[in-house]
């Protein structure tokens, strides 16, 4: 049995303590949002937050996980996440969607330690995250957004 905090609820899974994060994330507990792309951490598609910092959930044996774990069905209470959802709609980021609960959770992670972040800085937060379908100035101009977003709500 392994004890894990997942977006702000105490979770208990009976699973093997080497399975991946992800599976138990999935399969155990059923928050279905983290998604498996390639299994061996290259293509961030699994990304979510643990204490803030994005990881690759595929990598985690759930024995290694110690803190508090937020993935893409978290809530905005911690972290940018509704900023970030909300600029990649008007964005219109997603095109088949698949790699953007990991984009996605990426850029939250950047947002959280940099609130004015350059094209530059976002580029080399998300450098592990792939889009098959090559949405990246899209990303960048949604995570500016976002930015630009927090940074007014910080101000009222």
Not at 141 to 148: K, L, Q, S
């Amino acid at each position: 049995m392994i004890k894990l905090e997942i977006n702000g609820v105490q979770h208990e899974a009976d699973v093997d303590k080497n399975m991946p994060l992800l599976w138990v994330l999935r399969d155990a507990l059923g928050l279905v949002g983290t998604k498996y792309g390639c299994g061996t951490g290259v293509c961030g598609t699994c990304t979510v937050l643990l204490d803030g910092a994005p990881v690759r959930s595929c990598l985690i044996k759930a024995r290694d996980v110690t803190g508090t774990i937020t993935t893409i069905e978290g809530s905005n209470t911690q972290y940018p996440l509704r900023a970030v959802q909300d600029a990649w709609i008007e964005h219109q980021v997603a095109q088949c969607g698949y790699c953007q609960p990991g984009q996605i959770m990426s850029a939250v992670g950047l947002l959280a330690r940099n609130a004015s972040p350059t094209d530059e800085d976002i580029d080399q937060a998300l450098t592990g995250n792939l889009c098959r379908c090559g949405t990246y100035l899209r990303i960048r101009a949604a995570v500016r957004a976002a930015a630009d977003q927090l940074r007014r709500e910080a101000i009222e």
